[in-house]
């Protein structure tokens, strides 16, 4: 497709279950970068990919998280032993050749009980 | 501080106001600024890169002041689709974006 893609869509888990996010770039984007926003606030910035090696992943809270992106184009967040607390939207987005345009994908929304 | 601070809001104006929202930033070594738009329950989307110079884009004006460390973003004539929440960005170290806690605005009819 065009525009970045997101999947799944929704995901209600239950606590201290493993979770895995996939988000596919638009094509021929180095960049991608996965956020996690709650309701009533911005992005916060999670980790950040060029190509297949991560640039930063200082925005990853704890060691509960960690992210892929081993071909440098599809990219995959897992977070082990979810909480409650983990509950939010995760946007992944991509970049062309650092204009600083971010195109977003439309998230997953991850819910846990 | 936070990295990037914004007007609380919500705004609420009647179609027509001219309407203008603040943003603040701690990181000095910034060089990237942009405004992005949220609609409800969707992803954001770039409005509009800010330059040094200030920039417009129609109904949009830009503002940058790098010694006060401020952006702004001026809306005139103000319409119904206007509705959103509006996300001050700013890199950080030109590794990541900063993303501000967003300044939601409702245009009245």
């Known amino acids: 497709g065009a525009g970045v893609s997101q999947t799944p869509s929704n995901k209600v888990t239950e606590k201290g279950k493993y979770v895995e996010l996939r988000c596919d770039p638009i094509s021929g984007h180095t960049a991608l970068y996965w956020y996690r926003q709650s309701l009533g606030q911005g992005p916060e910035f999670l980790i950040y990919?060029?190509?297949?090696?991560?640039?930063?992943d200082s925005g990853l809270p704890n060691d509960r998280f960690f992210a892929v992106r081993p071909e440098g184009s599809v990219s995959t967040l897992k977070i082990q032993r979810t909480e409650r607390g983990d509950s939010a939207v995760y946007l992944c987005?991509?970049?062309?050749?650092?204009?600083?345009?971010?195109?977003f994908g439309e998230g997953s929304r991850l819910t846990v009980l | 501080r936070k990295e990037v601070e914004q007007d609380p809001g919500p705004f609420n104006v009647p179609e027509g106001a001219t309407v203008a929202f603040n943003c603040t930033y701690s990181n000095s070594a910034s060089q990237s600024f942009f405004w992005y738009r949220q609609d409800c329950r969707k992803e954001p989307k770039l409005l509009m890169s800010?330059?040094?110079s200030g920039n417009e884009d129609g109904r949009f004006t830009a503002q940058l002041n790098r010694a006060s460390q401020y952006i702004s973003l001026l809306i005139r004539d103000s319409k119904l689709s206007d509705s959103a929440t509006y996300l001050c960005?700013?890199?950080?170290?030109?590794?990541?974006?900063?993303f501000g806690p967003g300044t939601r605005l409702s245009v009245l009819p």
């Open positions: 960005v700013v890199d950080n170290y030109g590794q990541n974006f900063v």
């Open positions: 990919f060029q190509g297949t090696g991560a640039a930063d």
């Open positions: 800010v330059y040094s």
């Open positions: 987005a991509s970049e062309a050749g650092g204009t600083g345009e971010l195109f």
